[in-house]
């Protein structure tokens, strides 16, 4: 298993490509820590993982709450004495055309996806950098490297984990930190099964594959990433969008 007894934390991971980032890192042999907003959800997570066969455990946790995430990561080390990995994935989406965007809905989603992404890496750091490894991933989207009307805040939110993960890839690589970004395209989730078929249909016709990724294609890229195989990349942003961005 390529990452057997890797302690390894996935926040926004209740559902969506999250779960299947957790769910495919302990398929890999890694103990997967679930990090969400709901209890319940989060609960519901680590059990569908654990009834597999495969080792999981969790905790409600907002990552725009730098104290409390603070307590959990330092939790989470006392109990393992070491944190492998982290992939950054909790993100919301606020839309809304530029001119007439609430502040508050900018400011939101800043504050989740970019800042959110800021304290775990900034809290998981101390660890880290003292036992001088680790592995963190951040899932940025192709929305942050084309934009996308409507979307200014998300595009903002997105582009910005990208330069984030460059330079926090040169602050810790002496330390033996790989830092990458994964850039997923058009991913069939619960959000997008809600999508009108007109939309979907014009995606499609702008993918070079003509089909929609899945989250396991995420998660896939996610394990590799995360493995010795990947031992010699960091600061890259890989997308997984079928060619849709070239």
Known sequence: MKLKDKVAIITGAARGIGFAIAETLAQNGA???????????????????????????????????????????????????????????AGITKDDLLMKMKEADWDVVINVNLKGTFNCIQKVSRFMLKQKSGVIINISSIIGIMGNPGQANYAASKGGIIALTKSAAKEFASRNIRVNAIAPGFIQTEMTDKLPKEVVDKYLAAIPLSCMGTVKDVANLCVFLASNEAKYITGQTINVDGGLVM
């Open 31 to 89: 103990l997967s820590v679930i990090i969400d907003l709901n209890k319940d959800d989060v609960d519901f997570a680590v059990q569908k993982i654990d009834d597999a066969g495969f080792k999981a455990i969790g905790y409600a946790c907002d990552v725009t709450d730098s104290e409390n995430l603070g307590i959990v990561f330092k939790d989470i080390h006392s109990k393992f004495d070491k944190i492998d990995i982290l992939v950054n994935n």
